[in-house]
């Protein structure tokens, strides 16, 4: 029995000694968190004495008695003090609040407000390190995916974005739906045009960054952007790599093709694959036939008897290239 009793002594201390190291470290990760939230804010970090912020579990069981003179309950008077003094002189702080404001108000009113361009523009006002300018951009990408279109004077205040729109098909449809798929599409269109923005964006840095191994010049068209971006990609590639490409006329033509598609110009994809017609049907003579069929496509998808005929190809070609 005094066995028993010692190893159930022993199991007790150790759930003890469990629990107590548990919650410090929570706490410890919670105060961190925290610190870090509001140094984004621009706010003061917690000191010792704030809810959350000691070291160990037995300080938040300190009894509510006065110390020496100090009245009753001082600790939250001061840090509502000196949470209102750091609001009043925190202009980033400011700037969050007015944005917050102007949604209440839209909100308020009926009257659409674009939240995402509007917080955009606030971050952008207090961007001054990287991390201010992810967050800036990731309004931009939020606004972008889920286009998010700004009354102007071509576009009216009805057709910009209100409030829940998506939220009926998103909470009440089932996954297959007709209005979930479409929502699903919406996001999914969204995401690629930012990416493609992004690409597109991407290619102009390297061309400024290149001017002279790009050796376009004068307002290129999206072509000649392509062409200059292939120029300085291609300049850093050893022979080897060269030899792999297919290359006509100078010009790495299957990479052209990709990058138009990667940066969303599938019209001028389609535009540039037709001028160099001899070279595509020499590679693939089905490949204008597929590319024309996906472009026309609304949806960008290619009816049921070209997929059949390109999945047919596409394995004709993977099983002759494994013999």
């Known amino acids: 029995q005094l066995i028993i009793n010692a190893l159930e002594s022993g ?85 969050y609040a007015k944005g ?19 917080f955009e523009k606030v971050t952008h006002e207090l961007s001054g390190d990287d991390r201010s300018q992810q967050i800036t951009a990731s309004w931009h990408m939020l606004a972008t995916i889920l286009d998010e279109r700004v009354p102007n ?23 297959y739906s007709p209005a979930s798929v479409q929502v699903r599409n919406h996001f999914i269109r969204g995401a690629r045009r930012y990416l493609e923005e992004q690409f597109v964006e991407y290619v102009d840095r390297t061309l400024t960054q290149f001017p002279r191994e790009a050796s376009i010049g004068g307002v290129p068209s999206v072509n000649h952007k392509i062409r200059g971006y292939l120029n300085v990609k291609l300049n850093r590639l050893d022979p ?6 297919e290359v006509s006329h100078g010009q ?30 020499h590679s693939e003579r089905n490949f204008l036939t597929y590319l024309k069929a996906y472009v026309d496509s609304v949806d960008h998808r290619l009816p049921r008897n070209l997929r059949d005929r390109l999945h047919a190809d596409f394995n004709r070609y993977a099983h002759n290239t494994h013999d």
Do not use: I
């Open 240 to 245: 080897a790599q060269k030899a792999q490409l």
């Open 11 to 95: 199991y007790r201390e150790t759930c003890q000694d469990f629990e107590s190291t548990f919650e410090r470290h929570l706490q410890n990760d919670w105060e961190n968190t925290k610190n870090r939230l509001l140094e984004e804010l621009g706010q003061q970090s917690t000191t010792e004495g704030a809810l959350g912020s000691s070291a160990s579990p037995e300080s938040h069981r300190r009894p509510f008695t006065a110390v020496g003179d100090e009245p009753l309950m001082s600790g939250g008077s001061r840090r509502r003090e000196r949470g209102t003094t750091s609001l009043k002189m925190n202009p980033r702080m400011l700037h």
């Open 153 to 175: 004077e071509v576009l009216g205040a009805e057709q910009a974005l209100t409030e829940a729109e998506f939220s009926v098909p998103y909470l009440y449809s089932t996954y």
């Open 100 to 118: 917050v404001g102007q949604v209440n108000q839209a909100r308020l009113s009926n009257n659409s407000l674009p939240v995402m361009d509007l």
């Open 252 to 281: 790495a033509m299957w990479a052209h093709l990709y990058y138009l598609f990667r940066a969303g110009c599938v019209t001028d994809a389609l535009s540039y694959a037709m001028q160099h017609e001899p070279f595509f049907m």
